[in-house]
């Protein structure tokens, strides 16, 4: 396998996950509204193959997860191409790899097919065994692409956030586009601290899982539960201070997380499971059912919370 400098995996996670979204920008354009299932379909496949060639050209000795990749959606089909998905690296070649590429080439698939949504995303994530057999997420990025903003690692251990030129407006928020034009193209990004006893919970527009709200009704805090879609659109309002934290149980996989948390840890964020255990990527099972990311101020406070209601989690 060829040496490869650090900032160059970061250079291209951000590279990557951007000009997919640019791709899926013009894919609602092409397809249309209409028929959902065809929507979300091309997007996925799209967006997958994309990475995928993209990936095998710039770095062909690594190996590749993607939601998209798995033998279980080989029968799925974008519109006007009847070739099955990339499949992904064999299990055995990827448990043994040393760098694993973690993507989810539409996260938030759901709202990706709801005209006026902008809380999808594109994840690519970077998972790397050094040779003392430590394991972590080296880099990772996370693009919004109809909010026009790409959140990404730098080679400096940190996270920074950059804006690009597409993207769609907001029909609700329509001021904080504005505010961001002012913006430079690239700022440094921080988990922002909450504001003294408030705590606003992004949670899944469509799957919230139960015990947050009894979690919420504990917590001795101002707490407001936020629906957004997507897992990378939740973590980055958290990064963005949009909201607070992002907690949630009861099923998600690798792909769901990997580049979200690679850019709230740089970030400065707390991101683990519901238990406080860390995160674990490039498992023989990508299941990793639960997650909660937030400021670190407010770890302990959640996740006592969470223990506190644990009879109601998710089995
Ligand atoms: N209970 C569950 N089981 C499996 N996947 C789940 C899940 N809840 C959420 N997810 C996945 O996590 C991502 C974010 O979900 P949500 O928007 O509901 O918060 C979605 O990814 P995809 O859109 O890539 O499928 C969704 O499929
Ligand atoms: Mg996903």
Redesign the pocket.
Known sequence: MTERAAADDHALAAELAAAAGRLLLGVRDEVGFADGRALKDTGDLRSHEYLMAALAERCPGDAVLS?EGRSSVAGKRSRGDDRAPTRNTGEAERLSASRVWII?P??????FSEEGRRDWAVHVALWERDAAGAARLSAGAVALPAQGLTLRTDATGGASLVRDDAGEPDPVTAGSDAARRGLPREVPLHAPAPDAGKLRIAV????PPEFVQRLAENLDLDVELVPI???GA?ISAVLLGEVDAYV?A????EW?SAAPAAVALAAGAHASRIDGAPLEYNRKDPRLPDILVCHPVSASTLLTGIGDVSDSLPG
């Not at 899944?204 to 799957?207: A, F, I, K, M």
């Open positions: 939601e989810d539409l996260d938030g698939t759901r709202e899944s527009r469509t799957r879609g997507s897992a939740k949630h009861g099923g998600q996989y769901d």
